[in-house]
Structures are given as structure tokens and as C-alpha cells.
């Protein structure tokens, strides 16, 4: 389905390539949405494929591309990289504001099916049909895709790919909530956006998804040692053992010392775009 242009708001040019803001009206969350692109240098003479990047709680489409220093080797091997936000915004909903984990800044990239948020926090269709429909009609780009993300936009890349098989050509992820059915912050926001039910959960979590996957994509994944959150809310220990009792392939990198924040991301961007690039065929 055709959509509209999306609008420009901000551009900066970086690393002989583009980096730019554009806000456009989606159906998928009946909001404004804000999402950043950087268009590596080749992208003016040919298509090129997509990385798409998910954010973590509090974050917008700026944090990643402000932060990681992701756009030198982007440029180098000709990959795009889009950021979308984290949650609908502006819809002013009773508590949406009034925690940094739930609501606002804090979608979990689920479809919700509790009123009132599920009239707009449907953020697994945005990113998975809207944006990437919204991209390919309007960028020049291939429909190569791949999908990383951070803490909560870990899970949302994980779970993205496991649950669309033949979607992306590889995914990884910083920090993932790797079990969001048995951490704090995944409990509280499973139950807000879908209801006390759990059953209704196991759709949205990794290491539920894993034991029945149709497409064992190899799963990067990097994890500091010294992340305050570590053992209470990500819980790699639970994705590794998933994936061995399915023997679906993970590569569990735990880095000693390294905490939460996009230091970390910074220091090993660099080792995911090139895992990206060797399944896009760019490398």
C-alpha cells in the first residue's frame, strides 16, 4: 500500500553520507511519528540494504545514532541505518508519563490489546510492516533488512526476527531483555499492554519464541559483565539455555566490565555491523 512522504525536520551530513530526521502521520499507532535514517554514501548512486536499530527505555530515534558511532562503518560498507522511537507519543493517556518503564519512551515493541493503550501502542507493526513498507517506497534501498536493538529494543529485534522467519537476513542485540516474562520490567509491561493472562505473553518473548522456530537465524549477542541490570531484568542465561535445548545458534558474548550504556554499544558496534554485513553480502 502506497503511503505519503514522509517529512524532513533535520539532516546533517556524516561520513560522506546523510543522516536525517522525518516525522510522518502512521496508521499502526494513529500517532505523529519521528524516525532517523543515515543513508551511506553509496545510497546516492545505488540501493542499498537496511539495518534496522531498536531502542531501549527512555530513548527516541536519536540516542543510537548520536551515541554509537555507528556511521563510519556504515559508510564504509554501504549499509543504511533507520531509528524509529520507542513509543507512540503525545497521546496523553492516564499514566503514560509516569514511569520511565512503561508508557511513553517505553512501547516494548508489542501489539497492545489492553484498552486504553491499545489504540496506539502497537509498535511491533510499526516497526515490522509500516516503517520498513515506509522506507522501501521512499529511500533508496534494496528489501535486504536486518534488525539489532538495545536492552528493551534487544528484545524487540530478537523477537522480531523469530517471529517473521525469511524477514531479516540476520539480527543481533546489546543487552537484550531476554526473558521479559520473568524480569520486573518485562512483567510490568506484559500486564499493562496485554492483561494479566501470561499465556497471552509467550508470543512476546524470546525464549518462549525460540523453542518453536521455524528459521534458526544465528542470534549475536553481547552482554557486559558489570550491567547493573544483568542479573534482575536480561537474564542471557535464560536465552542461552533456550537455544541449547533447541538448538537454535547463539553466539553469547559476555564482556567483562563493560556496563548498560551506549559505551558499551560504541565499543562493539562496530563488531554487529560487520556481522550484518556478511548476511546482507556486503562484506
Not at 530515534?61 to 563510519?72: L, P, Y
Not at 497492545?112 to 511491533?124: D, E, I, K, L, N
Amino acid at each position: 500500500m502506497s503511503q505519503q512522504a514522509p517529512e524532513l525536520i533535520a539532516s546533517n551530513k556524516c561520513f560522506d553520507g546523510w543522516l536525517k530526521r522525518y516525522k510522518h502521520t502512521s496508521t499502526a499507532t494513529g500517532t505523529e511519528m519521528i524516525f532517523a535514517i543515515y543513508l551511506p554514501p553509496q545510497a546516492q548512486t545505488q540501493p542499498v540494504p537496511v539495518l534496522y536499530w531498536l531502542s531501549g527505555l527512555t530513548c527516541t530515534d536519536e540516542n543510537f545514532m548520536q551515541k554509537a558511532g555507528a556511521q563510519r562503518i556504515a559508510a564504509e560498507l554501504g549499509m543504511a541505518i533507520v531509528a524509529p522511537d520507542t513509543s507512540p507519543r503525545g497521546t496523553d493517556l492516564p499514566g503514560e508519563h509516569d514511569s520511565y518503564d512503561f508508557g511513553s519512551g517505553a512501547g516494548f515493541y508489542v501489539n497492545a490489546t489492553q484498552a486504553p493503550w491499545s489504540a496506539h501502542y502497537r509498535m511491533y507493526d510499526y516497526v515490522t510492516d509500516e516503517l520498513p513498507a515506509l522506507i522501501e517506497q521512499h529511500f533508496p534501498v534494496t528489501r535486504q533488512r536486518a534488525i539489532s536493538g538495545h536492552s528493551m529494543g534487544g528484545h524487540g529485534a530478537l523477537i522480531c526476527a523469530l517471529k517473521n522467519p525469511g524477514r531479516y537476513a540476520s539480527v543481533s542485540a546489546f543487552a537484550p531483555i531476554s526473558n521479559p516474562m520473568n524480569c520486573p520490567w518485562g512483567e510490568k509491561a506484559l500486564t499493562g499492554y496485554l492483561g494479566e493472562d501470561r499465556a497471552s505473553w509467550s508470543a512476546w518473548d524470546s525464549c518462549e519464541l525460540i523453542a518453536n522456530a521455524t528459521e534458526k537465524l544465528p542470534l549475536l549477542v553481547d552482554q557486559g559483565e558489570a550491567d547493573d541490570f544483568l542479573q534482575t531484568q536480561l537474564k542471557p542465561e535464560a536465552l542461552k539455555a533456550a537455544c541449547e535445548a533447541a538448538g537454535h545458534p547463539l553466539e553469547l558474548r559476555l564482556q567483562p566490565g563493560y556496563d548498560h550504556s551506549y559505551f558499551f554499544i560504541a565499543s562493539f558496534i562496530e563488531d554487529h555491523l560487520r556481522h550484518h554485513a556478511r548476511a546482507l553480502d556486503l562484506s
